[in-house]
């Protein structure tokens, strides 16, 4: 199973950015898939999650900002950040599992950075 994100960079403040997830090697529209974020010095957190059927789970910190979403045919999961602050500057990663209310997460993709400027 190979999990590959793409689409981070720089951006300003208030500003948008989309990421990307390609997955491959495995059924995907059997797995709910997330997206997690490292910043530098903290821990990893978690961001949003979408099941197969498309129901969807936020962290509170994003709600409202961030939009998760997925292509089935393309084997394919977004994160579409809008109104992007200092404080998601971090790592973003892809990784999938069984349900959005999982802790349990077994592949992850290699991650991508976001950088915000102030």
């Known amino acids: 199973v190979q999990l590959q994100a793409s689409g981070g960079g720089l951006v300003q403040a208030g500003g948008s950015l989309s990421l990307s997830c390609a997955a491959s090697?495995?059924?995907?529209?059997?797995?709910?898939m997330g997206w997690f974020r490292q910043a530098p010095g903290k821990e990893r957190e978690f961001v949003a999650a979408?099941?197969?059927?498309?129901?969807?789970r936020y962290a509170d910190s994003v709600k409202g900002r961030f939009t998760i979403s997925r292509d089935n045919a393309k084997n394919t999961v977004y994160l579409q950040m809008n109104s992007l602050k200092p404080e998601d500057t971090a790592i973003y990663f892809c990784?999938?599992?069984?349900?959005?209310?999982?802790?349990?997460?077994?592949?992850w993709g290699q991650g991508t950075l976001v950088t915000v400027s102030s």
């Open positions: 990784a999938s599992t069984l349900s959005i209310w999982s802790n349990k997460y077994d592949y």
């Open positions: 090697g495995r059924n995907f529209n059997n797995y709910a």
């Open positions: 979408i099941s197969s059927g498309a129901s969807t």
